[in-house]
């Protein structure tokens, strides 16, 4: 089972600031095939950002994903005071899927 | 838009049986994968179990093999989830997904599952 370790675990940032979350894979996630996610409370979780990098509908640019193999990262460029929430991520490669525990965003 | 929608939770004792169900609709159904997620109260996301559009290939977490079913029914447009043999740390709200492959690309909005005596 590939263990995904998210980091860090809180974020606290302001408005306008940029925000960097990684997620870390125990082994290689085949194809890339990592996904990012919000959360807001009481919600369901919205697709940001999948194959590692590519952004699903309708996501503002504001958001970027990057890395490869074991080590990912989500890009928030200049934080709206929408963007606080959580984020998690996934790997669909492989079974049993698997999710990161999140990270909280924070307003500063 | 593909509209996803989890019933049949509810308070349940340890040791009981619960079947939730997620209608799906707005979409051709049957080339889909599905899927089910739990989320514990303010715990992260959990996977629990998959199955293909023809039905044929199921994979589950292993702290659930053995003791959920997945199943659907293309001509219904249902994806279900036969619970047993419940536990205190099966309570969470349980999610229906679907996607073209093993991502997930529209969600339901969850069924809470409470297992207490």
């Known amino acids: 089972e590939i263990v995904l370790t998210q980091s860090p675990g809180t974020l606290s940032l302001s408005p306008g600031e940029r925000a960097t979350l990684s997620c870390r894979a125990s082994?290689?996630?085949?194809?890339?095939?990592l996904a990012w996610y919000q959360q807001k409370p009481g919600q369901a979780p919205r697709l940001l950002i999948y194959?590692?990098?590519t952004r699903a509908t309708g996501i503002p640019d504001r958001f970027s994903g990057s890395g490869s193999e074991t080590d990912f990262t989500l890009t928030i460029s200049r934080l709206e005071p929408e963007d606080f929430a959580v984020y998690s991520c996934q790997q669909y490669a492989y079974s049993p899927l698997t999710f990161g525990q999140g990270t909280r965003l924070d307003i500063k | 838009e593909v509209q996803l929608v989890e019933s049949g939770g509810g308070l349940v004792q340890p040791g009981g049986s619960l079947r939730l169900s997620c209608a799906v609709s707005g979409s051709t159904f049957n080339p889909r994968w599905a899927q089910w997620v739990r989320q514990a109260p303010h715990k992260g996301l959990v996977w629990l179990s998959l199955?293909?559009?023809?039905?044929?290939?199921?994979k589950y977490a292993d702290s659930v093999k053995g003791r959920f079913t997945i199943s659907r029914d293309n001509a219904k447009n249902t994806i279900d989830l036969q619970m047993d043999s419940l536990r205190v740390e099966d309570t969470a709200v349980y999610y229906c997904l679907v996607g073209a492959g093993w991502l997930p690309d529209h969600w339901g909005q969850g069924t809470l599952v409470t297992v207490s005596t």
């Open positions: 082994q290689t996630v085949g194809k890339n095939y």
């Open positions: 194959d590692a990098s």
């Open positions: 199955i293909r559009s023809d039905g044929a290939d199921v």
